[in-house]
């Protein structure tokens, strides 16, 4: 129980560090067959930045969506089927069973990193093991490879293997339904669809080796096929699936030229050679090494290198979102942290050449054209979303990071036009907003940028995150232009300084006019409001109207109310570098945070799961999205390790998917994801997370393994940090326990 008379953080002294075992017997569990959207999990299946990209779902049935893939133009037109979705079920026995759970199948990855999923599961006496990969007809996988068409078709390569592990010989019956399909053929190996009078490919089959075509019929609205399995053997079925449906008879050969274990070992050794490229750690946690080579795969089958433009589109989600160019730039910085800054520079070129395409909602006046926020190549190949005011800044800011990392004077000299129109377009707008009252004193968002909207809320407002991360683009563009010495740096460094001067300002003094707020060791300490005219929290009963989105039966999840809050609430002036992370007012962020903000007992509601006072330990500290938002780096620069360990290990078993190393985007309720995978932005953050405590910067100092676990350093464990991007240049070290006691 919490102790009466001590704060959460004064609690944390008494605890072991936390432990990934300990974080999953105290979190549950994520569910992979109740997710938010009534669903079970899915894994998107993709080359490398294609627009074809695949759902393998657990149990094994996989699906083509147009929207959620994002496709558009004359691509959008190749997806020749009725509806958005289009999905593959494949079922088994005499009489079929096409759906299949968490309790009797299972789902892993290979070398629990590789986007090349497998299921497996058992049904009358015989055991089934399917396998499937993205791969391209025809032509290189590599975006960056001039012979590679964005018009070529994906392919999804599937390996059904049925082995009888008994004595006597079974007879295996598959079955295989696609739908919608107008009018099912078969046309030998090939199920086709009759559209108007013309057949369109919809999938191919191979049969086990000795057994004809013949076996392969039609039956109702699916395929039926039946062979015979000798007793302790093994046979497998393939089938090739193209994501477009505009295929005919001429693409037959190339398809059926696509043999299974070339092709598989083409794709397996391409993605290993892309992650091996760009490994940041080897550490003694497993599922941290997993999710560091995982992520790799993951943020690259998101992206889409857009057909219309050649540009690279960065969505904050394989399926469903697009380009949230705030998520786009939390991914661009970790591809640089890691040493990709050829992947990180392609990335943000599309902010570069789109800049001032798609303006942002809010007070503004004036010309938008120095804005970089959407990724609309035209009205038709439109990636954008516009509505977040944070996207501006958050992208300068990982322009400047991308040189202060990669030291790329050619890139930062192709660059700095943009960014200078960029910190112009800040620079501007706040000089609108420098006013004073009727006593000649600033008004309270004296240099903010002009009112306008936050994230999903739907209010604008002078918000401070938006502000926070204006002034670090501004800030880091002038450290980039300072480092490089070019013209322009110290204009911006002074125009950095003063704005960092109106954001305090503007904070301490809506911190002032604020009611305290109540810790648990019954002291309080300030509110820090989320916007400049805030007094009070947005949670309580008499702001009902803030709380949801989703309606009634959600209500008292309170999403939108923590987004204003802790989401993007003051956490960020801290990670910004607007408050300093030894200022009292860190001080009183934390406290109020693991005090009241993420436990559901102090204010009487939640904004994730209900955490009782008895698991305040794991379940505690966390907002629903876990991993985009939390004071784990905070608690790192004051030295607050067992915290940020603490941290680090809760968001990342709270939102992991155990079996297949792919994190949900949040969770409203303990178990239960919510969210279209691969939710690349929160992995991005965690990895980042994670380097922080294997070095970190803290203003002109380099500190090494400054929150790595004791438990890392037990003997006969190393800590690896492989050529990990810093602004003083790449970091390289092991360490390991020394022979004399308290050594390394």
């Known amino acids: 129980d919490i102790i009466k008379g001590q704060t959460v953080r004064e609690k944390l002294s008494a605890e072991p560090e936390q432990t990934y075992d300990r974080a999953c017997r105290e979190i549950p569990e994520l569910s992979v067959m109740q997710r938010e959207d009534g669903k079970q999990l899915y894994l998107p299946l993709a080359s490398d930045a294609s627009w074809q990209k695949f759902a393998m779902e657990w149990g094994g049935n996989f699906y083509m969506n147009k929207k959620r893939t994002k496709a558009k133009g004359s691509e959008l037109a190749r997806c020749l089927w009725e509806g958005d979705q289009f999905d593959w079920s494949i079922g088994t026995g005499k009489e079929p069973v096409y759906i299949r759970d968490d309790k009797n199948s299972h789902m892993s990855v290979l070398n629990d990193y590789l986007p090349v999923p497998e299921v497996t599961w058992a049904h009358e006496g015989l055991l089934y093991r399917e396998e499937a990969f993205a791969t391209l007809l025809e032509g290189p996988l590599s975006p960056y490879d001039p012979k590679r068409n964005e018009q070529t078709p994906a392919i999804l390569m599937v390996k059904l293997e049925v082995s009888n592990p008994s004595n006597d010989e079974k007879t295996a019956c598959i079955w295989l339904k696609g739908k919608p399909v107008d009018k099912l053929l078969l046309d030998d190996a090939f199920i086709m669809d009759e559209k108007g009078g013309k057949a369109y490919i919809r999938a191919e089959i191979k049969l086990p080796e000795g057994i004809a075509s013949s076996v392969v019929k039609k039956a109702d609205d699916a395929v039926n096929m039946s062979f015979i399995i000798p007793a302790n053997q093994t046979k497998a079925v393939y089938i090739s699936v193209p994501f477009v449906g505009d295929l005919t008879e001429g693409s037959k050969a190339a398809i059926s030229s696509l043999g299974y274990n070339n092709e598989r070992q083409r794709v397996v050794t391409y993605w290993r050679d892309v992650v ?308 009292p007012l860190a001080q009183a962020i934390l406290d109020d945070w693991e005090d009241n903000i993420t436990l559901s007992s102090s204010l009487g509601q939640h904004i994730h799961g209900v955490v009782d006072d008895e698991y305040w330990f794991s379940r505690g500290g966390m907002v629903f999205q876990a991993n985009l938002q939390n004071p784990i780096q905070p608690y790192i620069l004051r030295n607050e390790i067992p915290a940020a360990i603490r941290g680090i290990y809760n968001a990342m078993v709270s939102c992991l998917y155990r079996d297949v190393n792919a994190f949900t985007e949040e969770y409203r309720r303990w178990g239960v994801g919510s969210g279209p995978m691969y939710k690349v932005p929160d992995e991005a953050r965690f990895l980042n997370r994670v380097c922080d405590l294997l070095v970190i910067e803290s203003g002109d100092e380099l500190r090494l393994a400054p929150g790595i676990p004791r438990c890392w350093l037990e003997p006969g464990k190393n800590v690896e940090l492989y050529h990990t991007a810093t602004n003083y240049g790449d970091v390289s070290y092991k360490l390991w326990t020394g022979k004399k006691p308290d050594t390394i």
């Open 276 to 583: 091996n490229s760009c490994v940041p750690f080897n550490v003694p946690e497993r599922k941290f090494n997993e999710m560091g080579q995982s992520a790799i795969t993951h943020i690259r089958m998101s992206a889409t290198k857009d057909p219309k433009s050649g540009l690279f589109m960065v969505p904050a989600a394989a399926f469903k979102y697009q380009v949230y160019a705030n998520e786009s730039a939390f991914q661009i910085v970790y591809l640089d942290k890691v040493g990709d800054h050829q992947t990180a520079a392609s990335y943000l070129e599309t902010f570069l050449k789109l800049q001032g395409r798609a303006p942002m909602p809010g007070t503004f006046s004036g010309d938008q054209s120095g804005v970089l926020n959407g990724a609309k190549v035209n009205d038709e190949y439109d990636y954008s979303n516009s509505a977040y005011n944070l996207h501006h800044g958050t992208v300068l800011w990982a322009l400047g990071e991308h040189y202060l990392l990669s030291h790329d004077n050619e890139w930062l000299k192709h660059a700095a036009p943009n960014m200078i129109k960029a910190a112009d377009w800040i620079i501007n707008q706040r000089n609108k907003t420098k006013l004073t009252d009727p006593n000649g004193l600033p008004v309270q968002h004296y240099g903010l940028l002009p009112a306008g909207h936050l994230e999903d809320n739907p209010e604008w407002g002078f918000w401070y995150a938006v502000n926070a991360y204006s002034y670090l683009g501004l800030k880091t563009t002038a450290d980039a232009f300072n480092d490089a010495q070019l013209p322009e740096a110290a204009r911006l460094e002074k125009e950095a300084r003063d704005y960092l001067d109106d954001i305090r300002n503007s904070v301490r003094k809506a911190s002032e006019l604020s009611p305290v707020v109540r810790l648990k060791n019954n002291t309080y300490v300030p509110f820090i409001p989320s916007n400049a005219y805030q007094r009070f929290r947005y949670f309580g009963p008499m702001q009902s109207g803030y709380y949801s989105r989703y309606g009634n039966k959600t209500l008292i999840t309170y999403r939108l109310s923590a987004t204003r809050e802790a989401l993007y609430g003051p956490m960020i002036l801290i990670t910004t570098g607007v408050v300093d992370p030894y200022d």
